[in-house]
């Protein structure tokens, strides 16, 4: 863990638009954080070369080359920790984590999700809203737990679906709307200002 408390770790498998975000707020001072480390299990994910324009170091871990999940999140704690790691923020990380890496950051893993959950959870979820027929889809920032796109809810953005919407056209709308989500999300959470009672998040000073 580090002396501010404020580091984060990004972990990764695409384009990291979001993890652009959290750079950006970075940056501009809207979220006072640090960027420790970037972490990919795919090795061109795109998302590596936004952190290395930030002067953020990056990993490349490709899930193959363990035999099994929990080696390979125990790989993973172990560079989050020479990184002084305290956050760890998913950001399109397409991998399950075992219960050794949420034990190793308990309440201290978030990850971002294209819909209100709990609706329409796992892959292409923006997708599923539309096929659905929803007339409101959005974005949630939640706590880490076991099981699928499930812990403890931080934030939600509801996103309107159009009639003429298709999948791409809702997620751009949805995107828009994490990139100023998960940075705010990271804010409260480094800020002390989420208590988790049970399944609840109760936000103090939230806005
Ligand atoms: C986002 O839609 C996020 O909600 C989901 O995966 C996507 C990642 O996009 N978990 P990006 O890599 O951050 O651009």
Redesign the pocket.
């Known amino acids: 863990m580090s002396e501010s408390g404020r580091v984060l770790g990004v972990l990764?498998s695409?384009?990291?638009?979001?993890?652009q975000a959290i750079l950006d707020a970075v940056a501009t001072g809207s979220l006072n954080a640090q960027v420790g480390i970037v972490l990919s299990n795919v090795a061109s994910a795109p998302?590596l070369e936004r952190a290395k324009q930030a002067g953020v170091p990056t990993v490349v871990l490709s899930h193959n080359e363990f035999s099994s999940r929990e080696e390979f999140d125990h790989r993973i704690i172990e560079i989050l920790r020479h990184h002084k790691v305290d956050l760890v923020c998913l950001?399109?990380f397409m991998r399950l984590l075992s219960p050794v890496l949420l034990r190793a950051y308990p309440e201290r893993i978030l990850n971002?999700?294209?819909s209100l959950l709990p609706a329409f959870v796992g892959l292409h979820a923006q997708r599923q809203a539309v096929k659905y027929g929803a007339k409101v889809s959005g974005?949630t920032v939640h706590l880490v737990d076991e099981d699928l796109d499930h812990g403890p809810i931080l934030l939600q953005q509801a996103v309107p679906v159009q009639d003429d919407d298709d999948e791409e056209t809702l997620s751009e709308r949805i995107?828009e709307q994490?990139h100023q989500l998960y940075p705010k999300a990271i804010g409260l959470v480094l800020d002390g200002k989420a208590r988790v009672e049970g399944r609840r998040v109760v936000i103090r000073d939230g806005k």
């Open positions: 990764i695409g384009r990291g638009s979001n993890l998302g950001a399109g971002i999700h294209p974005a995107l994490e």
